[in-house]
């Protein structure tokens, strides 16, 4: 069966929003295999509304190994407010259909990962059916910023799975649920 992993990257007091203005200063090569080896293991990419809109105005008509992964990978886009996506691959996913997505027989062989969309990483760990959550905790007090979760999700345990530290001061720690 599959598992619907999520990976963020996240400051030292819980900021996850816009990383791409503070965590490239923390990157390293092995960061870089880090993120990689979940890219590999990936056989979906499971986006939020946001986060599609964002990705599929940067990566059409771009180049590389990251570039042909984006445009290459199925992508499932979670909205309840959007009505079509045009992104080559992508599929309009209504969001009662997440309780399913590991039984899907339609989609190819590994992981489902989701990059960014905070909101859906962080209704999928209140519901129980994120099966890790990645975290690269970059050593960075950024003191105000949109953060994963707030006060209005309740109690929810998770167990640390694995922890490794990079050269840069990264912690990158991986949950699942309790």
């Not at 880090?34 to 990566?59: C, M, N, P, V």
Request: charged share 20%; net charge negative; proline share 4%.
């Amino acid at each position: 069966m599959r598992k619907i992993v999520a990976g963020l990257h996240m400051s030292l007091d819980g900021v996850i929003g816009s990383p791409e203005q503070w965590s490239f200063d923390y990157y390293c090569d092995e960061v870089g295999q880090s993120i990689k080896s979940r890219r590999d293991a990936t056989g979906t990419l499971l986006l939020g509304r946001h986060t599609y809109q964002e990705f599929a105005a940067l990566w059409p008509g771009q180049t590389g190994e990251v570039a042909d992964f984006m445009n290459n990978t199925p992508k499932l886009v979670a909205s309840t407010t959007l009505t079509s996506v045009d992104w080559t691959g992508a599929t309009l996913l209504d969001a009662a259909a997440l309780t399913d997505l590991k039984q899907r027989s339609d989609l190819p062989a590994g992981n489902i990962t989701i990059t960014g969309s905070a909101t859906l990483v962080r209704s999928l760990v209140i519901a129980g059916l994120l099966d890790e959550l990645h975290l690269m905790i970059c050593p960075i007090v950024l003191g105000a910023g949109k953060r994963l979760f707030d006060d209005n999700g309740g109690r929810v345990p998770l167990r640390l799975a694995a922890s490794e530290t990079f050269p840069t001061g990264v912690a990158h720690l991986t949950y699942q649920p309790a």
